[in-house]
């Protein structure tokens, strides 16, 4: 297993150096600039001490192997959008709301849609399963965005519960998180209920019925331990994306996010912040698709990466 990981996390890195070098190039390759006099007019000897400042006069081969070398020793530049700031703290001042509320959504999803799978799985064309299958259906359909302005309608314009945005108190975290977590908690019900059809109709499980274990038991340790593989293949890659943020979840609740950088710094060719967002993700999704393969393991002790000496 050691060297398993250890070889994941080495081509993990070749990985994320052509991510690099895919997005440098994809940047620049695209018509206009940061420092556009369509943007910003400006005199030439003004504009040429601009670019000479960040390095944008260089061949983009030059400006290239530059960043990466200054990556390296964790120094990612600034952020056009702030240039008061390097881009190390503007994340970490922007990313802390993103994660709060991408974790509470990580775990309001992840806990209540396979419980919400496994009772529509168990009760097969009940009230209880069609319930569930017309819930997942409108958390897949429907947007987050819409279901953030149905909310706001009715818990902050109608009854005036809550405020209709803001940040800061723990109320501030309810409809966010809820309108956050329909879509992977409807996403999760759906396949859970899916595979544990699937694997209640395996042999194995009318083998550990007739030799007399109960209900719960069967359901547990065999049903649901064998649905959990597909499970996992499909929603432990959503995690990166729950944690960096919905840039119409935190514009419509007005949360100071992370999330609005992902395309304000596309519109605004902000390329230190390009360069950092898109390896931020990369490197998410690298250790998340690792994790998810060492809980392949833990799932199922019959998967082993090594060959036995």
Not at 54 to 62: I, M
Not at 159 to 165: H, N
Not at 250 to 260: N, Q
Not at 273 to 281: D, E, G, K, S, Y
């Amino acid at each position: 297993m050691a060297r398993y990981i250890i070889g994941r996390l080495i081509s993990l890195i070749f990985v994320i150096l052509i991510i690099s070098m895919i997005t440098f190039g994809l940047m620049h390759s695209v018509p206009g600039g940061p420092f556009d006099e369509e943007k910003q007019p400006l005199p030439p000897a003004a504009k040429a001490n601009i670019l000479r400042k960040y390095g944008l006069d260089r061949p983009v081969w030059e400006q290239y192997l530059r960043y990466i070398w200054h990556a390296l020793h964790f120094d990612f530049g600034i952020p056009f959008q702030s240039p008061t700031e390097t881009i190390p703290r503007l994340i970490s001042r922007t990313w802390v709301p993103t994660i709060q509320i991408g974790v509470l959504t990580i775990l309001l999803s992840y806990s209540l849609g396979p419980l919400l799978g496994i009772v529509a799985a168990l009760h097969q064309n009940s009230w209880i399963d069609y319930f569930a299958s017309l819930l997942s259906a409108l958390g897949l359909a429907v947007p987050n965005f819409i279901i953030a302005l149905w909310m706001i309608l009715l818990l902050a314009v109608q009854l005036d519960w809550l405020p209709t945005g803001g940040w800061g108190e723990p109320y501030h975290f309810i409809m966010p998180v809820i309108a956050y977590a329909l879509g992977p908690l409807s996403g999760i019900a759906r396949y859970t209920r899916s595979s544990m059809l699937e694997a209640m109709r395996g042999d194995y499980v009318r083998t550990a019925r007739a030799k007399g274990l109960g209900e719960r038991a069967v359901v547990l340790r065999h049903i649901f331990k064998n649905a959990l593989i597909p499970i996992i293949t499909v929603f432990g890659p959503q995690i990166p994306n729950l944690l960096t943020g919905s840039i119409f979840i935190e514009a419509t609740f007005r949360i100071p996010g992370l999330g609005k950088f992902f395309i304000t710094s596309t519109f605004e060719r902000d390329y230190p912040m390009i360069m950092a967002l898109v390896l931020m993700v990369a490197v998410l999704w690298g250790f998340t698709y690792l994790v998810s393969d060492i809980l392949y393991t833990v799932v199922d002790p019959r998967i082993r990466f090594e060959r036995p000496a």
